[in-house]
Each structure stands twice: as structure tokens, then as C-alpha cells.
């Protein structure tokens, strides 16, 4: 049974960190695309880091470029989320969330898709609030 578990949010001031981390049960990573999703209270849920379990590829969306780094461990099957800079707008829950990897060209292509949803797996979710 494929599983994720999120676990290391909480509550940060602006211009803190965290990581979070998610680890995975039954599959390995590298057969799969797997990302960080975060949704606020009423709003849609959105891919803000991606990573290539076949090749470690990374994507992320302009608002958290040069913030955010998502990384694997594929020994401990943990994926990670090292979010630095916080902004009280990150305020929200944190999913990791998983999907047969399709291997697409060109490169846009690649990224537009493994950015978007559907994702087939998810956990159920860490809360990150940042606030003084």
C-alpha cells in the first residue's frame, strides 16, 4: 500500500525557516514524480516544488524560486522541503503528493506537467503558519 506521512510544521516569524519532510512506504521514488502542494484557506491547491524521483529534476514556481529546495533521500525514502524566507502569505497546509512518472519532451512540457494536478497520492497534510 502506497503511504505519504508529512511531519515539521508549525509555527515560524517571518523570515524564518523550516523543513519538512515526508516520508513514503510501499514504492520507491524513482519510478514516480513527486511533489510539495500547499493550500490556504480558500484557495486552490498549488504545486510549489517538484522533483523528478527518475532523474532528481527539480521545478518550482517563480514565487518561491531561490527560497525553497525540495530534495530526496531515497535510502530513507523521505522526501524533504527546506523553505527559507518565510512570508506570512506561506501560511497554509503542506502536502506531499505522488504520480506514475511520465517522461515528456520537450522540457516545458515536462515541468507543466509534473507542476500541475492530478496527483494520485497524498498524505494528509502539515500545518505551516508564519506569524509574529
Known amino acids: 500500500q502506497l503511504r505519504l506521512a508529512e511531519s515539521g510544521g508549525g509555527l515560524v516569524q517571518p523570515g524564518g525557516s523550516l523543513r519538512l519532510s515526508c516520508a513514503a512506504s510501499g514504492y520507491t521514488f524513482r519510478d514516480y514524480a513527486i511533489a510539495w502542494f500547499r493550500q490556504a484557506p480558500g484557495k486552490e491547491r498549488e504545486g510549489v516544488a517538484c522533483?523528478?524521483?527518475?532523474?532528481?529534476?527539480?521545478y518550482y514556481p517563480d514565487s518561491v524560486k531561490g527560497r525553497f529546495t525540495i530534495s530526496l533521500d531515497n535510502a530513507k525514502r523521505t522526501l524533504y522541503l527546506q523553505m527559507n524566507n518565510l512570508e506570512p502569505e506561506n501560511t497554509a497546509d503542506y502536502y506531499c503528493g505522488s504520480k506514475p512518472h511520465l517522461f515528456l519532451r520537450p522540457a516545458n512540457d515536462q515541468a507543466m506537467w509534473i507542476m500541475r494536478q492530478p496527483y494520485a497520492y497524498w498524505g494528509e497534510g502539515t500545518k505551516v503558519t508564519v506569524s509574529s
Open positions: 522533483i523528478s524521483g527518475g532523474d532528481g529534476t527539480t
